[in-house]
């Protein structure tokens, strides 16, 4: 019966047809299955299941408790020289087999089986990455429980209590095993959020900078005017955020990079607010996001969201949120470091995706100045008849580089249009 590599399951007959999904899918992995018996076993249930190819163990001579029944099956499937047990805490839950084969490579021998996660229809939810946020997490899931059906944390692999602050203020909390930084803990929202067919998924900080009382109306917003992605923004009406100078200063030129390597040139049809983690995405943006593997595991993964959204047609709307810098130990990287890596990831996205904008429009007005040299040059050699040396060097200067960079923004426009991504 042992399938050389694969850990076996171990199963307790139950009244439910789950049983059997799970047998079925046990043995569609090549697992070997254990199926233990007790005297009031269905026998409906029994047949099927030895139809799958599940292996009984006649437990009808003996009253057994639960962990002497898996302790029982733990022998039986030591004796068949299986390399490891899983067995579920309840047979009749589903399982996710591939994630308790991958649980149980890092086990002794007998592995608790991972469940498939629950799925519930949530219209509103807010989700909440969070890295060792323990000073405000607590607040901050208390009052955002008064504007959802669900509030949900991640929590990043935290070195504080985090989780367990968020857990029992009475949010669903899922955590990682190791650091994947606030893009990887986006992903994570979007994943649970499309498990639960949220159908609208508001993102919040987890240090109390945003208002929770905001998500309302921002899901108003997205119904009544049917978007995808409703933005809480610093820059627009109603926000009466108090930023620094040079927060101001660096945002504005982030802004302007960020839209302009969209490919967004008309001012009225700008993001204002590139930055902002507050944002509220319907059911469609969800599903799209969820499955996006593009997305940065850093703080770029806001930039990297919104060029999925523009890739994707999707529409956006900004309303005015007041964002709080005034809180205890605000999580947020060095505003200086972190807008120079921004900045450099941004040009770095322009260059590669729109070379004709960034390379080609200065490489044709340089070649134009220069052929305005050039005109300057001989008009000068005919009226003085001195050759003017040094406008002869600019003047092929700047032809010269404007036609190396108008043919290098030709050369990636064809590249990025004739090759596969």
Known sequence: MSTAGNPALGLLA??????????????QADL???????????????????????????????????????????????????????????????LDIEASVEAAASESFTTTAVTEPETKDVEVLIGIPAYNEANAIADVVT??????????????????????????AGATVVEHGSNKGYGGALKTVFEEADIR?????????????????DVPAAVRTQKADDVDIVIGSRFVDGSETDLPLYRRVGLTVVNVLTNVSMGVIRRKSWVNDTQSGFRTYNRHAIESLSED????????????????????????????????????DPSSHNPVSHGLTLVGNILTTIERKRPILILGVPGFLSSFVGL????????????????PLGLATTSGFLILVGIFTCFTAIILHSLNTHLPE
Do not use: C
């Not at 139950?14 to 043995?27: I, S, T």
């Not at 595991?297 to 890739?311: K, N, R």
């Open 14 to 27: 139950k009244d439910d047809p789950v049983v059997l999904e799970n047998v079925a899918a046990a043995q």
């Open 32 to 94: 070997p299955v254990y199926l233990a018996v007790p005297e009031d076993a269905p026998d409906a249930i029994v047949r099927v299941a030895r139809e799958l190819g599940a292996e009984t163990v006649d437990l009808s001579a003996q009253e057994m408790s639960p962990d002497e029944i898996s302790e029982y099956l733990n022998v039986h499937a030591d004796a068949r020289s299986d390399p490891g047990l899983i067995i579920p805490e309840d047979s009749a839950v589903k």
């Open 143 to 168: 009052e955002a429980q008064n504007y959802a059906d669900e509030v949900l944390v991640v929590d990043d692999a935290s070195q504080d209590e985090t989780a367990e602050l968020a857990r029992d």
């Open 197 to 213: 067919d949220a159908d609208h998924l508001s993102i919040l900080d987890g240090d109390g900078q945003h208002d929770p009382s």
């Open 293 to 328: 593997d593009s997305i940065g595991e850093e703080m770029s993964a806001s930039t990297d969201i919104l060029y999925h959204a523009h890739e994707h047609g999707y529409d956006f709307e900004e309303i005015g949120t007041t964002i709080d810098y005034d809180v205890e």
């Open 372 to 387: 305005g040299f050039v005109y300057w040059t001989l008009s000068n050699y005919i009226s003085s008849g001195t050759f």
